[in-house]
């Protein structure tokens, strides 16, 4: 263990022990940095009434447990001060040491969970039958983040695409494929025209009272299973996929077709987890429907809210797939978690389908549900985001607009069409992926093209350059980064501070995974990258006059800050090029 949060939250425990008894060890010491030092406790002022002492008297007591034990090789200091907190610098050495030992450490100090756990992660999750927006980018964006941190903590990670792929819009979608021909209705759907096409479904269905009438009788041909409904429902996915499959790759995320788990697939289970809902009691018919009512869910009337489950013509719904889906994944998939990712305006209709599945006892205490709320996407003009012309943006559009932007930005940089080519994709997908992924997920987001390419601040392509700078070091000098291993000596206060950066990367890590919040790693390694360039100011690398030892030392930084630059940036599922 080199991360010294970890490492003091353990000595401090320790110390609770031995100077108030047993039954302290468990007290969270409350570790945070601080302005003074290098970290605070702040355990005395909570502990301070529970042991009836004054919070001083309480954190001198655990200072002199933690000097008495020889902490002495991790803390060159030891404070009480203010209303009682105690101030924690640590030994130069010793963070010399832990940078040297994580440096070793092909994890880059990240831990692993034990024991590990089963994670579902549901995200992406387009509808085949409308459109494929922006929101959908984010939460592809954000939950491919979240299985590629789940995953590298040593956890089961089973990605869930929860595709909108079945319903009753299918009908008339089928006629349409008919009307039109397959061949042609196929190619506009792969190329990403799935929106117009849908409108133009939507018009017919409106306008025209016999297309009206084909597209519900298709409904029941799909519904009974006929082969030839099936055999065109199969076209009409099969090409809607491969237009998703498309923004995937272009996207780098790590979705494949093996992770399709649409609302199609839980068809044929409907109808028990409707009969298994009404014979447990949990559902109950309310005028002609068969509802749950989660205890505490009231309507603006003050009536229970029901959550709906077969309506009263017979059909199911949204959430009848998703009680059936929670129920699936935890007696099947085995769920210790499961991770939603999706918009926050569904947020009503999870919490209720997570406490009916708890009423169902399909969801036990030991496992947890989360939905991992998606803020909206907005325009420049703050309102949901458009064209200009009013319509939704084509993904495979946008993403290429970003690799052109980013083209034009290193234009004047004399690279080889080719590499320029390469490097305009990588900077320009990883500052759309890293503009999702810095601002907390619930929170609402406006587009922006001109802020997300910038290269300074907490942006891709920044964080894309500072790793480029440090490989361009390691080039200079003709040393291999996989090659250095020190020994670190601190003497400049930003080597220190660097160092102490660096070893703080576990502990984000696991923060990020625990709270499912990526931008958790975002904000971490801007700040690693600031200190990096600090350091580089201040403390010369390659130059003549710097002795050996010093530059031994100072190489073994910068190896340890590209490797945590570089597993940060794949946890978040960034690209980085080799130079920019
Ligand atoms: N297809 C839905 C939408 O676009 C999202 C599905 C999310 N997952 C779920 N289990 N409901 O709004």
């Not at 996207?251 to 399709?260: H, K, P, Q, Y």
């Not at 609302?263 to 309310?286: F, H, K, Q, R």
Request: proline share 4%; aromatic share 8%; net charge negative.
């Amino acid at each position: 263990m080199t991360d010294p949060q970890l490492v003091l939250t353990e000595r401090v425990q320790q110390a609770l022990a031995t100077a108030f008894g047993p039954e302290y060890m468990g007290a969270d010491p409350l570790i945070r940095p601080s302005q003074f030092a290098d970290f605070q406790a702040n355990v005395a002022l909570s502990l301070a009434k529970r042991l009836r002492r004054a919070p001083r008297e309480v954190a001198q007591a655990i200072a002199d447990a933690l000097g008495a034990a020889g902490a002495g090789d991790a803390f060159s200091k030891i404070e009480v001060s203010g209303p009682g907190f105690l101030n924690i610098t640590l030994n130069d050495d010793w963070i010399a040491e832990q940078a040297r030992l994580t440096l070793q450490d092909p994890r880059s100090g990240v831990g692993r969970s034990t024991p590990p756990q089963t994670v579902v992660i549901d995200y992406s999750a387009p509808n085949a039958a409308k459109e494929m927006h922006v929101g959908h980018l984010r939460t592809t964006i954000v939950g491919d983040s979240l299985a590629r941190i789940q995953h590298h903590l040593g956890n089961r990670v089973i990605r869930q695409n929860h595709l909108g792929d079945w319903g009753t819009q299918f009908g008339m979608l089928i006629e349409h494929l008919l009307d039109i021909g397959e061949a042609n209705a196929l190619a506009r759907l792969e190329s990403g025209e799935t929106n117009e096409y849908y409108q133009e479904a939507r018009a017919k269905f409106d306008a025209d009272p016999a297309f009206k009438e084909r597209s519900r009788r298709r409904v029941g041909t799909l519904q009974s299973e006929d082969p030839e409904t099936l055999r065109l429902w199969h076209l009409f996915m099969d090409a809607t996929i491969r237009y998703f499959n498309r923004v995937y790759s272009l996207l780098g995320v790590t979705l494949t077709d093996a992770d399709i788990a649409g609302e199609s697939m839980y068809n044929p289970m409907l109808a028990e987890t409707c009969d298994d809902l009404e014979a447990a009691g949990v559902a109950v018919m309310s005028e002609g429907a068969l509802c749950v009512f989660p205890p505490g869910f009231k309507g603006s009337d003050d009536k229970p809210l029901p959550l709906i489950i077969r309506k009263s013509d017979g059909g199911y719904g949204y959430a009848t797939t998703d009680m059936t889906a929670i129920r699936y994944r935890v007696r099947d998939l085995k769920a210790d978690r499961i991770l939603y990712v999706v918009g926050a305006d569904q947020a009503l209709h999870f919490q209720m389908v997570f406490a009916a599945a708890r009423q169902a006892g399909w969801l036990p205490d030991e496992a947890s549900a989360e939905h991992i709320q998606i803020g909206m996407m907005l325009g420049a003009d703050g309102r949901r985001f458009r064209t200009r012309s009013g319509e939704s943006v084509k993904l495979t559009d946008l993403l290429e607009e970003a690799v052109e932007r980013a083209s034009a930005a290193i234009a004047e940089r004399g690279y080889d069409e080719a590499t320029r080519a390469e490097i305009a994709r990588t900077v320009g997908i990883g500052a759309v992926k890293y503009a999702d992924l810095s601002v907390s997920h619930d929170s609402e987001y406006i587009f922006d093209f001109d802020r997300m390419l910038a290269f300074t601040g907490n942006t891709g392509p920044y964080m894309q350059y500072a790793t480029a700078r440090i490989r361009s070091i390691f080039r200079k000098g003709g040393v291999d980064p996989s090659e250095v291993s020190g020994p670190i000596i601190l003497g400049e206060q930003a080597e220190r501070d660097l160092a102490l950066q660096l070893l703080g990367f576990g502990t984000v890590v696991e923060n990020a995974a625990a709270t499912a919040e990526p931008h958790r790693v975002c904000a971490y390694l801007y700040e690693t990258a600031s200190a990096f360039t600090t350091f580089y100011e201040k403390c010369p690398v390659l130059k003549d006059d710097v002795d050996p030892a010093t530059r031994t030392s100072r190489l073994a930084l910068c190896a340890l800050a590209l490797h945590v630059l570089q597993s940060g940036l794949n946890l978040l599922g960034v690209p980085v090029p080799d130079r920019m």
